[in-house]
């Protein structure tokens, strides 16, 4: 069964903490993806990846980060230095830059 | 550049009449257009897309949309609308053209999306 998962679905931390969400893809796309989403915003792109070893900050890139070691993998690190880091976020593939993209489920983050 | 617009934040139908959902777009080159839906805390599923081909573009679940590029209008529609239906839909643009390669190039941009209420 080939798709997206992203872990854990919820997930909370204090103020401070950095956290790090989770995307794997088995569908052997090369090109990744990190949104958030907000209420009455749809989505920003925060960064996306080409190529593994290889990404680009998206809109909203300030205060996350992120790493692109293997081809299915593609983790999000929430810092301490974003200053309003509640929100869902989901990740999304793409065969390459261009081609249709498939979403995770998410993940909701609450920090408090 | 380019933009999209969602003329409406909500939207309420009753079950079995028809669903209109309104999408404008902007782009400096000939768009590829997508509606997507989104269940709660659910990830976006892709409903149909539009990249120059019919301009009337058949969906999942029975819904369509017709590319106008004369009013630069992409519109979602069902016939009949089912409680299933009910989510939160969003309309999504694709840069493309010679002057978008590069990092702009496949980039994909969102309305802020509209929220189907269907009653019984």
């Known amino acids: 069964d080939g798709g997206i998962t992203q872990s854990p679905k919820y997930l909370f931390r204090k103020e401070g903490q950095n956290v790090t969400l989770s995307c794997e893809q088995n569908?052997?796309?090369?090109?990744m993806y990190w949104y958030r989403q907000d209420p009455g915003q749809g989505l920003r792109l925060i960064y996306y990846?080409?190529?593994?070893?290889?990404?680009q900050k998206g809109d909203i890139a300030e205060g996350y980060s992120v790493s692109r070691e293997k081809k299915e993998s593609f983790p999000l690190t929430v810092t301490s230095a974003q200053k309003n880091p509640t929100a869902f976020y989901l990740c999304?593939?793409?065969?390459?830059?261009?081609?249709?993209?498939?979403f995770g489920p998410g993940t909701r983050l609450t920090v408090t | 550049a380019q933009s999209v617009t969602q003329l409406d934040s909500h939207v309420s139908v009753s079950e079995g009449t028809p669903v209109l959902l309104r999408c404008n777009y902007s782009s400096s080159y000939s768009p590829s257009l997508f509606w997507y839906v989104q269940h709660p805390n659910k990830g976006l599923q892709l409903l149909l897309k539009y990249t120059s081909a019919a301009t009337l573009v058949k969906g999942i679940n029975g819904f369509e949309a017709e590319f106008k590029k004369s009013e630069t209008s992409f519109h979602l529609t069902k016939p009949s609308a089912h409680m299933s239906d009910a989510a939160e839909y969003f309309c999504v643009v694709r840069s493309s053209g010679p002057n978008a390669g590069g990092t702009s190039y496949g980039k994909l941009t969102f309305g802020q999306g509209t929220i189907l209420t269907v009653h019984p």
């Open positions: 990846s080409q190529i593994v070893n290889d990404f």
């Open positions: 999304a593939s793409s065969k390459g830059q261009g081609f249709e993209q498939y």
């Open positions: 569908l052997n796309h090369d090109a």
